[in-house]
């Protein structure tokens, strides 16, 4: 893919770790122009600089109307347009039930739900005919896990956004398509690990539950959904991608 994006304009959510900014590495890497949002300025800052190409990060809250506005002002006003938009900023709200809080209902579905429908939403108008719309889901929505029932309710209803989606689009010829991780190595999932010590061995127990015996990588996410946001996908629509190691094939 070493020049699929030429000429291409990318905006990817919640792209300043991780899974984000993997999959905005791999774009810029093929050409694209790039704009990375991320709540925390100097996190954001840091990991433009050090993606090589035309990379912007864009300080916002994919929850936030107003954060989202100024968003795609700067696209419009800085790029003309978007191909490629990918929504990769996510909640992980974990708690068994008895022990749901309201709270960590509002925040998971308002940056896993809300957030995703207010972010293609506001991004249409500067969608060019032909684009791209990767929505990144997860396996949780697939396969259950304790403690995590609200999350997995958002990204299940992220998968149902994206099949109608996928219809309401086509007369422009904009794919809408999920990228749904298995377990992943990634700065997000680490926090559930407890401490730094503790990181190697929890990635290592998630990864027992795979056919691969091993967690995914940041990269090896992005590499998919970069393919699914390319021309080379250009038959693939409403899919979704399960880039898990077999964790829910199996």
């Not at 300080?59 to 954060?67: K, Y």
């Not at 006003?77 to 978007?82: A, C, K, W």
């Not at 304790?146 to 989606?165: D, P």
């Not at 967690?215 to 090896?220: C, I, W």
């Amino acid at each position: 893919m070493s020049n699929a994006f030429h000429d291409k304009v990318a905006v990817v959510t919640g792209g300043s770790a991780g899974i984000g900014f993997a999959t905005a590495h791999e774009i810029a890497g093929a050409g694209g122009t790039v704009y990375i949002t991320g709540r925390d300025r100097d996190r954001l800052s840091a990991a433009a600089s050090r993606i090589p190409g035309d990379v912007v990060g864009v300080p916002a809250d994919s929850s936030s109307a107003e954060d989202l506005g100024r968003l795609f002002t700067q696209v419009r006003q800085r790029s003309g347009r978007l191909d490629v938009l990918v929504t990769n900023a996510a909640a992980i709200g974990t708690a068994p039930l008895g022990e749901i809080t309201r709270e960590i209902v509002t925040t998971t579905f308002d940056v896993n739900v809300t957030g995703t429908i207010m972010t293609v939403q506001q991004a249409l108008p500067l969608l060019a005919d032909g684009g791209a719309v990767v929505l990144t889901g997860s396996m949780a929505a697939h396969k259950a896990s304790r403690g995590r029932s609200v999350y997995a309710a958002s990204k299940a209803a992220v998968r149902a956004l994206a099949r109608t989606w996928a219809l309401e689009l086509t007369p422009r010829g904009i794919r809408v398509n999920v990228v749904s991780p298995g377990p992943t190595d990634t700065p997000a999932i680490a926090r559930l690990a407890g401490d730094a010590e503790q990181r190697g061995a929890f990635f290592a127990k998630m990864g027992e539950g795979t056919p691969m015996t091993r967690a995914g990588t940041a990269e090896e996410v992005a590499a998919v959904i970069a393919f699914v946001a390319s021309d080379a996908a250009s038959h693939v629509n409403g899919a979704d991608y399960q880039v898990d190691g077999g964790y829910g094939q199996v």
